[in-house]
């Protein structure tokens, strides 16, 4: 079956359908992964975009259940120079192409990927529109001026959970079994009980979970509206704020909770959209980048050390720095453009970065993160 991608300002690719029929509307963004496609496609934080694959091909090791990050795909569409026929992986239940047809996602295969990526770093992102079957490439174009822009756009309710829940569950739930082998850590304690944390979901990924789990913390997760009285009343020992899509600007009831999670001095760590609310919270403020940063080969540096990092990265806006009080202390930066990618509160116990430490399938050098907030927890034990 045909398929067509078109551009607001014009562009149009002609390729041909690799997932659902039907209209996909979005905004049109790529990443530089050349694996994870099944992580990307299953990332909250792309709720309302059209993701682009700049690796040639995608879809070679099929897709498994244990590497999605939420319920299922949460792209609005997908773009592919091709998408591989077979699933060449002992763990695949199937292959992509069946994947993104058994879930609804409408894609787009046979186009060049990096000649579209050249007119996004070049024009920056915009909006866009895949469209399957016999259409008219000048009326999607059309179509596609008049899609919703990120910009002002909360998506976080769209991608958050309705009630509060556990991980790991109880009685061996959804988060029972799922840390990744060799991941394992010794539980750390606190008057004889693992660590409490209480986490907004503004789009979480599972992996954050399986990582706070691994490293003997019990989560409960609340929905992005909960508020911060809900979070405390439970005692934790600290406050997690997810990563999420959309105008972190447009969150002001996030912001205002954080605020007051802040006030209680209450171990906090922000990672992605949690940065930016965080961020907010302490008195700064956020832009939209031209591009975004999406992929997994990002360096940033630790600024104290000088140390580099290769992240995984998945945002489309930033943090002023100008913006930030003189108690907000900026403790990464992005080598690429100088953005800032972390930040630590110099009077209470709160740091947030940009980037993925919980990156998965990687890269894992800012893992330590995770051990960063547990040692704060623990300092702060009676």
């Known amino acids: 079956m045909i398929a067509v991608l ?28 050349m694996t994870g496609y099944q992580e990307v496609l299953t990332d909250p934080s792309y709720a309302g975009q059209i993701v682009t694959m700049t690796a040639p091909q995608i879809g070679n090791y099929g897709v498994a259940a244990e590497d999605i990050e ?32 058994d879930h609804g996602v ?24 895949i469209g399957t079957g016999h259409v008219d490439p000048d009326e999607l174009v059309a179509d596609a001026a008049r899609v919703t822009p990120m910009a002002g ?15 790991p569950g109880a009685t061996g739930g959804a988060g029972a079994g799922l840390e990744p082998e060799g991941f394992r850590l010794t539980p750390q304690r606190r008057a004889g009980r693992p660590l409490r ?31 911060a009285d809900d979070l405390l009343a439970i005692e934790p020992d600290g406050v997690f704020l997810s990563n999420g899509p959309g105008d972190p600007a447009a969150l002001p009831y996030a912001v205002a909770a954080v605020r007051t999670v802040l006030e209680a001095d209450v171990p906090v ?38 140390q580099v990092e290769i992240t995984s990265q998945n945002h489309g806006f930033a943090v002023d720095p100008g913006s930030l009080p003189d108690d907000v202390e900026v403790t990464h930066l992005n080598l690429y453009d100088g953005t800032v990618e ?13 980037y993925h430490p919980e990156a998965s399938p990687g890269p894992h050098d800012a893992d330590y993160l995770f051990s960063l907030f547990v040692e704060e927890m623990e300092r702060r034990a009676v």
């Open 269 to 306: 760590f922000g990672i992605c959209l949690g940065h930016q609310v965080l961020a907010q919270a302490m008195g700064g403020t956020t832009y939209k980048l031209k591009f975004g940063h999406r992929g997994a080969n990002h360096p940033v540096k630790q600024v104290s050390t000088g």
């Open 342 to 354: 972390g930040l630590r509160h110099t009077s209470h116990p709160a740091f947030c970065v940009q």
């Open 197 to 227: 944390i209480a986490a907004y979901d503004f789009g979480l990924k599972r992996n954050i979970l399986r990582r706070l789990a691994a490293h003997g913390c019990q989560v409960r997760v609340f929905p992005a509206t909960a508020p």
């Open 6 to 33: 078109a551009l607001e300002n014009g562009t149009w690719y002609r390729g041909t359908a690799a997932g659902a029929p039907g209209v996909a509307r979005g905004e049109v963004v790529f990443n530089t992964s």
């Open 153 to 167: 756009l909360d998506l976080v309710r769209t991608v958050s959970c309705a009630e509060p829940f556990d991980w």
């Open 70 to 101: 939420s319920r299922g795909p949460q792209v609005a569409g997908f773009v592919m120079r091709d998408v591989s026929p077979i699933a060449s992986n002992w763990r695949a239940e199937g292959t992509l192409r069946d994947y993104l047809t």
């Open 106 to 129: 409408v894609a787009i295969t046979g186009i060049d990927t990096r000649a579209l990526t050249r007119v996004l770093r070049t024009a920056g992102v915009m909006r866009g529109i």
